[in-house]
Nanobody
Framework: QVQLVESGGGLVQAGGSLRLSCAAS????????MGWFRQAPGKEREFVAV???????????YYADSVKGRFTISRDNAKNTVYLQMNSLKPEDTAVYYC?????????????????WGQGTQVTVSS
């Protein structure tokens, strides 16, 4: 069983930055791919970024086209935490952001590949 708790959301002006954190508890964090998804009002939940596991000190990443060059996902296995650094924020980034854990170590942007989800944290970007 995995428990995920997001933090770091808030209100920011367009062009600003936020860093989201996701603290994980439970077994085998260091062996799981960890993803970030978001859901805007009236829209379906969508993929944002994922960080996989190659070894204890080596990871791979993949991003949605809409956030490439602006967002950076990272993980600290010693702290059981995954981060999402968000720069150059736009109003269209406004959404509830969810952390998710995949049973396997490989990259995936598919919602149904993730078995565990956090409660979400609100990010609002004003123009």
């Amino acid at each position: 069983q995995v428990q995920l708790v997001e933090s770091g959301g808030g209100l920011v002006q367009a062009g600003g930055s936020l860093r989201l954190s996701c603290a994980a508890s439970g077994p085998t964090f260091s062996r799981r791919a960890m993803g970030w998804f978001r859901q805007a009002p009236g829209k379906e939940r969508e993929f944002v970024a994922v960080v996989g596991v190659i070894s204890w000190s080596e990871v791979n990443t993949y991003y949605a086209d809409s956030v490439k060059g602006r967002f950076t996902i990272s993980r600290d296995n010693a702290k059981n935490t995954v981060y999402l650094q968000m720069n150059s924020l736009k109003p269209e980034d406004t959404a509830v952001y969810y952390c998710a854990a995949r049973p396997g170590a490989g990259l995936s942007g598919a919602l149904n590949e993730y078995a565990y989800w956090g409660q979400g944290t609100q990010v609002t970007v004003s123009s």
